[in-house]
């Protein structure tokens, strides 16, 4: 199994709303990421957990709250969004920990839709 | 700093037409690795390619190939005979650890069609 999984595809909130998005890997990768993407953009790292430790917190705004439950799921937890959060979220994993250059394995992403 | 530039943002061919994309990059690490992905409209990263600093050997996938020169700081990115399929847009990466922050840099991208 060499893929990661993403749910939903497609969210669409309300700025009040509470949702969260979920990543999968079943590879017993060590690390894992959430990435943004705007339109016509490159993903702008958010998160990293390294061996379900919180690495790397890119100075997202606590409307975003991730999660790593246990090695293969990672969730990101949102709350009171803005319309400009509407974007593709990408969850990726990596075999090693975060800090190492390994390739990024991305999962097909959650568009969501702040109205 | 480190910096990936991909200084196309939109290439037009028509299929059975090669195309290269270009990628230029910038790091004062010794030990990096260089990465293109494909993304297509569904929108998931496809991996392509990853290259160690101290391989320069081009590489050839299929119609793929990859020219990697450390003199001139590029890797670019080859297609052969191009397809519909190929319609996507292309990232060139560059992945670094400098003294321990991980640093994942990802190009501006490059959006290629291919007209039938």
């Known amino acids: 199994d060499t893929e990661v999984t993403q749910t939903p595809k497609h969210l669409v909130m309300g700025m009040t709303n509470k949702k969260s998005l979920k990543c999968e890997q079943h590879?017993?990768?060590?690390?894992m990421y959430w990435y943004k993407q705007k339109a016509k953009k490159p993903p702008e790292l958010m998160f990293v957990?390294?061996?379900?430790?919180?690495?790397i917190n890119e100075s997202v705004p606590s409307r975003f709250s991730p999660e790593c439950p246990n090695s293969s799921l990672l969730n990101l937890h949102l709350h009171a969004l803005q319309p400009e959060d509407s974007a593709l979220y990408l969850c990726?994993?990596?075999?090693?920990?975060?800090?190492?250059?390994?390739?990024?394995?991305f999962g097909p992403g959650t568009r969501l839709t702040v109205l | 700093a480190q910096k990936v530039t991909q200084a196309q943002t939109e290439i037009s061919v028509v299929e059975k037409e090669d195309v290269t994309l270009d990628c230029v990059y910038e790091?004062?690490?010794?030990?990096?690795?260089l990465f293109w992905y494909k993304q297509p409209p569904s929108g998931e990263l496809v991996f392509l390619i990853r290259?160690?600093?101290?391989?320069?050997q081009n590489e050839i996938s299929g119609r793929y190939s990859w020219n990697f020169q450390k003199s001139t700081s590029s890797f670019n990115f080859t297609i052969t005979a191009s397809q519909v399929v190929d319609s996507a847009v292309y990232f060139c990466?560059?992945?670094?650890?400098?003294?321990?922050?991980?640093?994942?840099?990802f190009g501006t991208g490059t959006r290629l069609k291919v007209l039938a």
């Open positions: 990726a994993s990596t075999p090693e920990g975060s800090g190492s250059t390994d390739t990024q394995y």
């Open positions: 590879m017993g990768h060590r690390a």
């Open positions: 957990y390294s061996y379900e430790k919180l690495s």
């Open positions: 790091t004062r690490d010794t030990t990096y690795y």
């Open positions: 290259r160690n600093s101290f391989d320069e």
């Open positions: 990466a560059l992945s670094a650890t400098t003294s321990g922050t991980y640093k994942y840099i």
